[in-house]
Nanobody, 132 residues
């Protein structure tokens, strides 16, 4: 069982930045695929970004982003802290949503990282509100 706890959400003006954190339990965090998803009121949950250990190089991680956040958001991870981050820059009102951290204990590749069904564990979510 993997437990995930998100933090870092809040209210920010358009053009501003926030960094979300997700602390994960477990001894093999370095092998987890970690993803960020978001859900706005009245909309379906959508993929934001993910990080997964490369199947070709255990010392490297692949990342995958939704087109809507490419160039603005960056996912990173700190294995010493069992934590994944989502640095969000140049925020827009349409980024307003509840952001969820998700985990899978094995690697994913490419576009499969964007599929919510591939993740086994989910956090409770953290609210991000971007004012115009």
């Amino acid at each position: 069982q993997v437990q995930l706890v998100e933090s870092g959400g809040g209210l920010v003006q358009a053009g501003g930045s926030l960094r979300l954190s997700c602390a994960a339990s477990g001894r093999t965090f370095s092998s987890y695929t970690m993803g960020w998803f978001r859900q706005a009121p009245g909309k379906e949950r959508e993929f934001v970004a993910a990080s997964s250990r490369s199947v070709y190089n255990r010392n490297a991680y692949s990342t995958y982003y939704a087109d809507s956040v490419k160039g603005r958001f960056t996912i990173s991870r700190d294995s010493a802290k069992n934590t994944v981050y989502l640095q969000m820059n140049t925020l827009k009102p349409e980024d307003t949503a509840t952001y969820y951290c998700a985990a899978r204990t094995t690697s994913l590749t490419g576009q499969t990282m964007s599929s919510a069904g591939e993740y086994d564990y989910w956090g409770q979510g953290t609210q991000v509100t971007v004012s115009s």
